[in-house]
């Protein structure tokens, strides 16, 4: 679809959301607005695509969508067909078709979008718009027909008469035009006596005195939202789309208990056979290998976590676990923790910015901060890392095989060797060579073998 333009207008000041963050900045389901407009559309292939900008938010947009964008500036707010202007420069030849979407509208998918352009296609249309039948109009355009059919304008909800307020079908926010027709015509647009600005939907009756092609893609779906102009539009976008992700993994392969009490946001993803239990929120970019549970009454936040793991009423963040790691009930992973195969950690345990290594286990009640943790290292019930001197953190090294033994305070910097046991309730505050016992308060070394005190 190289012969086709899309163009995403995302200028507009958006005062009604009563908000200092650019309207199409905020997020539905953990992605900017506008990132969800450029991502369906991207996926679609609909050749070149500009976004046309304020250059108040030029910076902050471009920042945030990673795909392919030109950015054109809107330096005047002077209305849709304005905004459309200022691309008339990119009308290359090679262009035959523009796609243009509104960037407050996250909701259309690329099912709807791809649809509309089809039409426009077998219509051989100067233009085709997305219209939609809505039990309650208010606030959009309306879609004015003749006796025939044929579409002969779109009136805003502010100039409608009281006989047109009656009408149902509303313009939906998607258009096509040819190219060459719209380089002809665009700049007859008049500018409103009333608001001052240029509206796109003037285009449709240029055409319709022209006799040119006019035609509609009609959307069939029972969802309303079509723009997000106020918070809570925002908040109705959210469970449209929210639906639409939790839906679309259950048919993936992925249990969802109760999608009532489910949260997942946009990006994350999570392997077949898993099961998310009540209550479970998923944020960010977190991703899950297969069969593995999470939840209930759980909170990930980007997380990268394989197959086979198991959470429980835990909180995580930032953090990467491998194969087979269990957590919970009531632990905090804190971000910047590696947790390799076979970790188990247990009931209320906080870790924060720390390795654990193969088959660890830290059963319960403990602290584990800015620490490097070996293979196979038992962690008694009550262990703390004592890594704040009140000015500095330090680290806490424990070799592979070691048994910490329950109460044991680890004061860092502190290096514990390769199969050491500690007392309980033991103080370490200098390093414990391998093969070593450590009891008492500060602790003594003891370097006879075998694994008790």
């Known amino acids: 679809m190289d012969d086709w333009l899309t163009v995403i207008l995302a200028g507009g000041k958006g005062q009604r959301m009563e908000s200092s963050v650019p309207k199409v900045m905020h997020t539905v389901c953990g992605k900017e607005i506008i990132r969800h407009v450029v991502d369906n559309v991207s996926d679609l292939h609909t050749g070149s695509i500009i976004v046309v900008v304020s250059p108040d938010h030029i910076s902050q947009i471009n920042e945030i969508i990673d795909k392919d964008c030109t950015f054109v500036t809107q330096n005047s707010p002077l209305g849709t067909a304005h905004a459309l202007l200022q691309v008339k420069d990119n009308l290359t030849k090679d ?52 006796d025939s059919g044929e579409i002969v304008e779109v009136i805003e909800q502010r100039n409608l008469s009281v006989s047109q307020e009656t009408i149902k079908e509303v313009n939906g926010g998607i258009y096509c035009f040819r190219v060459d027709w719209l380089k002809n015509n665009l700049e007859k647009v008049s500018q409103s006596e009333i608001t001052n600005e240029f509206y796109l939907t003037d285009l449709v009756s240029i055409a319709y005195e022209q006799g040119g092609r006019i035609a509609n893609y009609s959307d069939s779906s029972s969802i309303e ?121 247990g009931n209320y345990v906080e870790t924060k910015n720390s390795d654990i290594g193969e088959n660890t286990k830290i059963g319960h009640f403990g602290y584990i901060g800015d620490s490097k943790i070996g293979m196979n290292v038992n962690i008694g019930a009550g262990t703390i890392t004592c890594n704040y001197d009140g000015k500095d953190k330090h680290t806490t090294t424990i070799k592979d095989g070691s048994f910490i033994g329950s109460d044991t305070m680890l004061i860092a910097p502190v290096n514990i060797g390769q199969n050491v046991v500690t007392g309980a309730g033991s103080v370490i505050n200098s390093d414990i060579p391998d093969n070593s016992k450590a009891i008492g308060v500060p602790a003594r070394i003891i370097n006879n073998k075998g694994t008790q005190i």
Not at 106 to 135: C, G, Q, Y
Not at 284 to 292: A, D, H, P, Q, T
Request: net charge negative; glycine share 6%.
């Open 225 to 345: 939202i079509m723009g997000i102009n106020n918070k809570l539009e925002l908040s109705i976008a959210e469970k449209v789309i929210q639906k639409r992700i939790l839906d679309n993994l259950m048919i993936e392969g992925i249990t969802i208990k109760d999608p009532n009490t489910t949260y997942i946001d946009s990006d994350v993803e999570v392997g077949k056979d898993s099961i998310v239990l009540p209550n479970t929120h998923i944020y960010g970019k977190s991703v899950f290998g297969e069969r593995s549970t999470i939840g209930p009454n759980s909170i990930i936040r980007d997380t990268k976590a394989g197959d086979d793991c198991k959470i429980i009423n835990s909180h995580i963040e930032n953090s990467e676990l491998k194969n087979e790691v269990s957590i919970g009930p009531f632990s905090h992973i804190r971000p910047n923790c590696v947790l390799h195969s076979n970790v188990y950690i």
């Open 95 to 146: 262009k035959k078709h523009i796609l243009l979407l509104y960037g407050d509208n996250p909701v259309d998918d690329r099912n709807l979008i791809d649809a509309v352009m089809k039409r426009h296609l077998d219509m051989d249309s100067d233009i085709t718009l997305l219209s939609k039948v809505l039990d309650n109009p208010k606030g959009y355009g309306r879609i004015i027909k003749n």
